[in-house]
């Protein structure tokens, strides 16, 4: 839609609260011209002059109206006059912005495309700052979200700060009516938390956001973060009689799916990238500090997760006499969850070089350094026990390895995208694939050649979100006392590739990281007469070697879904496709 077209749009206007900035106000009225739609300008108890000045301005723009607040009420107080004024006018939706100039104005076209698609939803704008934004507002920021995704129980709400959005004016006002919201700094963050608890989504659109160096800033840093600390104490017990309604509505949109690859990831990363800016401000115990709710909120709300934790514990708990680090009481499903957060922290520090290789209990570091020093090409057949990240990042950064990791594109690359914030090398070796074909298997044929390192994962079957699992791309191999499935793909390519095999496993049992690495075949051959025997029995071994590093570190086991769910061929089925297989 072109600037012109938005003239059409009649039932949209902006509303701008200004208080003493009629210097940058006729920047930013210029520059909202072009999308030709009314705008209603509140003086929110300007100075004699300052008020002037807009009668002055607004004179200027016959489709600017200009409405006075006797006195200085606050910005929220000044934007809601202006969101009643436009309902009683016949507007459908507002279009806030500020009079200061900090918002890119060529950003209200994807604001109101997005409007135009989803009308009932509040449209807020996800600042991107520059260079000028003060240090202390963005941790402020942070706090808050802190606070607001507690407050929703949800990470949809990506900034609640923001006063560059669009208002459905029925719903708005019919709330503020309900409600008493916050009329000054207050009220943004206010608003849209009790929208979104009345059932009014949130969409957010990036936008720049400047600080101008002589601008006019009327933040009171103690009035004001008083109210918003207030404001956030009300919420945190308005939320609590909501606990019921927020939980059943994260329940229904995690519905549970039959395989890993059918469920989407957490919408955790935005609070991935804000418990990253408290690791690099404040440090990893105050981001850990921060982290325990955030993990406590997911392990109330993901119920699909919490259960097959629960299953998989209850798996251990049968071979709990060989178990040597962990006490039984620490086999619950919190402590699994509280666990798999501290693993992002580890992956943080690894590849931000805060993890030695002093600091490690490396077993058989011996024949590890051995292949380094000879720049050996080996396949590892990792699995989601442990964390593989800490294992790449003390490969590149201790020893210069390159460990090329196969990555399925749907489920791991948003966390890597955090990673790559904290170490860009943390990127460069990841080898994005849907499934395990030819054009894989040549690519890493030339990483192997060059003396580098491929990385395979055992533990997981196909991420075809379409297709059951055939018969014949899966094995079934005893494990933690039951049958469960594993992929026959990743050994069927390091057959091909005919590379030397090992196992890797980094590990944190006691508090303190372990890294096993151990020779699992010379090369894995696959003998045509006997091939699925011998497949079968490749992957039984790999599967006999994780049920032991799981009882080494239980709850290091990060796959989350449950992973016997599938039922198990019958033994006389089990054996008449070995020995189809094998014609």
Known sequence: MSLAQYSLLTN??????????????????????????????????????????????????????????????????????????????????????????????????????????????????????????????????????????????????????????????????DLIKQIKIGKRMDFDTDIMVRLYWQGTPSIFVPTHVTYPKDGISHFNAFKDNVRISWMHTRLFFGMIPRLPLLLRRKQYKNKEQRHWSQTPERKGLFGIRFILKLYQLFGRNFAKLIMYPVITYFWLTGNMQRQASKSYLEKIKNFYDQIPYVEKKQLTTFHHFQRFGESLLDKIASWNGDIKLDQLYFPNNK?????????????????????????RALAELSHNIKINALVFKKHAMRFQQVLQEVNQASAINLIQVDTLGPSTAILLKEKLDNGEWVAIVGDRTSSNPHQRMPDNSISWANFLGDLAPFPKGPFILSSALGYPVYLIWGLKPNGRFQIYFEHFSDGILLPRQNRQNELNRIIQDYAKRLEHYCLISPLDWFNFYDFWRFTPPTPNKLNKDTDKNEK
């Open 12 to 173: 949209y206007c902006f509303v701008i609260p200004s208080y003493n900035h009629s210097e940058t106000l006729p920047t930013v009225l210029k520059n909202i011209e072009p999308y030709q739609l009314e705008c209603i300008l509140i003086d929110d108890g300007s100075s004699t002059d300052a008020a002037l000045k807009l009668e002055q301005i607004s004179a200027l723009y016959p489709w600017v109206t200009l409405l006075h607040l006797a006195t200085n009420q606050g910005k929220g107080a000044a934007v809601m006059a202006g969101l009643e004024y436009a309902l009683n006018h016949g507007f459908t939706h507002a279009i806030q912005i500020d009079a200061d100039g900090q918002h890119d104005s060529q950003s209200v076209k994807q604001l109101l495309e997005q409007s135009q698609l989803n009308p009932d939803a509040l449209i807020s704008g996800y600042p991107v700052y520059d260079n000028s934004v003060p240090k202390h507002r963005l941790i402020a920021r942070y706090i808050t979200h802190f606070w607001v995704w507690v407050e929703t129980l949800s990470f949809s709400i990506k900034d609640s700060m923001c006063g560059f959005r669009i208002y459905p004016l029925q719903q708005t006002l």
């Open 367 to 391: 024949e590890c350094l051995d292949i380094i020093s000879n720049k050996r090409g080996i396949i590892l057949i990792c699995s989601h026990l442990g964390d593989i990240e800490m294992c």
